[in-house]
């Protein structure tokens, strides 16, 4: 149903972006929001703390903006969160119920 010019139009778009961002120092706001899914599920997978948080702000600015995910996406992104919850050295944690520290 796609041709390959499709593909090699993601894949140029994906390579405009990279440049715009070498050459400015920044992505802007309007190309962030249109990241790709599995860019950013793969930031959420990280084993990198500050790339998982990269990873959820993005993945926070695709469902604002109503971008709904696959099936497989959204099988994908269970298992990532499941994986992230477990984490027992997360940089996250929730507060005690006696409002004491967690350390």
């Known amino acids: 149903m796609y041709s390959d010019d499709d593909a ?3 894949a140029s778009s994906a390579c405009s972006e990279r440049s715009y961002s070498s050459r400015n120092g920044s992505i802007p706001t309007y190309m ?3 990241e790709d899914v599995a860019e950013v599920l793969n930031r959420c997978a990280s ?3 500050s790339e998982r948080k990269e990873g ?3 993945l926070q600015s695709l469902l ?3 971008r709904t995910l ?3 996406e959204l099988k994908r992104l269970c298992e990532i969160f ?3 919850f477990a984490d027992p050295h997360s940089k996250v944690q929730p507060p005690s119920k006696t409002g004491q520290s967690n350390v």
């Open 8 to 10: 090699n139009s993601d």
């Open 32 to 34: 962030r929001q249109t």
């Open 47 to 49: 084993t990198n703390w």
């Open 56 to 58: 959820l702000i993005g």
């Open 64 to 66: 604002k903006n109503q």
């Open 70 to 72: 696959s099936r497989v």
């Open 82 to 84: 499941t994986r992230m």
